[in-house]
């Protein structure tokens, strides 16, 4: 097989690494939705406040951002203009997802810090309230749902970095010039 032919079906490989990338991320945006609607503790802070509680305009702002980063890499994945016209846009929206999914793991999981502003008394019950799923589900609250995201954001996260392994070299080659 020739080196062009070599790099054509890379570049289609990495195009459909950044399809499935920014499909994950658009998971991550549903799972995001899901909570917003159903967990009525994260509405209310546990009932003590009236709709909505800070926590609450935090999620629905990473929602937000992470629809818009989702729309961007299918996007720009989707334009076949842009892998022979402009390699290094797509590969900085590739890496500007990966960033983007890196720091939304990282405040998800630095929520627990926040325990006291939520009313638990330590650490501890926060966190298995987040990360317990054998517990029958409570009302206003889906157990695994905090799970998920944090699952669906590792796994959207591993595969952004193949995707960015895919590309990160374009650009660097006649094929995608």
Do not use: C
């Amino acid at each position: 097989m020739s080196d062009s032919m070599t790099s054509a079906t890379g570049v289609r490989s990495g195009r459909s690494w950044i399809v499935i990338f920014g499909l994950l991320i658009l998971v991550d945006f549903l799972l995001i939705v899901v909570m917003l609607a159903t967990d009525k503790n994260l509405q209310t802070d546990f009932g003590s406040s009236k709709p909505y509680f800070a926590h609450w305009y935090g999620l629905l702002a990473e929602g937000i951002l992470t629809l818009l980063v989702a729309f961007s890499v299918i996007g720009n994945a989707l334009a076949p203009s842009m892998w022979a016209q402009r390699p290094r846009r797509v590969k900085a929206i590739v890496l500007g997802g990966l960033v983007w999914v890196i720091l939304a793991l990282l405040a998800n999981l630095a929520i627990v810090f926040t325990w006291s502003q939520v009313g638990f008394p330590n650490m501890n019950q926060f966190v298995m309230y987040l990360f317990d799923t054998a517990s029958p589900a409570a009302t206003g609250y889906i157990p695994w749902l905090y799970d998920a995201l944090i699952a669906a954001l590792v796994v959207t996260a591993l595969v952004g970095v193949f995707a960015w392994t895919r590309v990160r070299t374009w650009g660097m080659t006649p094929i995608a010039a």
